[in-house]
C-alpha cells in the first residue's frame, strides 16, 4: 500500500535526482563511483561504459585514470596508456594515473 508520505518521498528523490543529472560535474561523480564498482567487481564492459559516461558529461581525471585502468585489465594497452596520459594533463597532481601506468608498464615488461 502506497501512502501519502511514501510518495512524497518518491516526488522528493525524483526531483533529487532531476537537479542532480543537470550539474554534470555531479552527475559525472556518480558514474565514476558505478564504474570503480563496476572494476571491483571485474565486469569491464559495463565500467568501461559509466567511465565514458562521467568523461562525456565533465573532463574529469579520476574518470580518465578510470578508464584507463578498464583498459589495461581489458588488454588494450594503447587505450590505457592514453587515458593515464590525458589524467595526468588533467591533474598533474594525482597520483592515481602515475601508479596506474606504471604498474601496466611493469607487467608489460616496459621499463629499464
Not at 578510470?66 to 596520459?85: I, S, V
Request: proline content about 3%; hydrophobic content about 40%.
Amino acid at each position: 500500500m502506497t501512502t501519502r508520505k511514501t510518495v512524497g518521498w518518491l516526488v522528493f528523490a525524483a526531483l533529487a535526482m532531476i537537479f542532480i543529472l543537470q550539474v554534470p560535474r555531479i552527475a559525472a561523480r556518480g558514474y565514476i563511483s558505478l564504474g570503480s564498482s563496476y572494476f571491483t567487481l571485474k565486469r569491464y564492459e559495463k565500467a568501461e561504459k559509466a567511465y565514458l559516461h562521467a568523461k562525456a558529461l565533465a573532463d574529469d581525471s579520476c574518470a580518465a585514470c578510470g578508464l584507463g585502468m578498464t583498459y589495461n585489465a581489458l588488454g588494450r594497452y594503447d587505450d590505457a596508456e592514453k587515458e593515464f596520459q590525458r589524467s595526468m594533463r588533467l591533474d598533474p597532481n594525482d597520483a592515481c594515473p602515475y601508479a596506474q601506468s606504471g604498474t601496466m608498464y611493469y607487467d608489460l615488461g616496459k621499463y629499464k
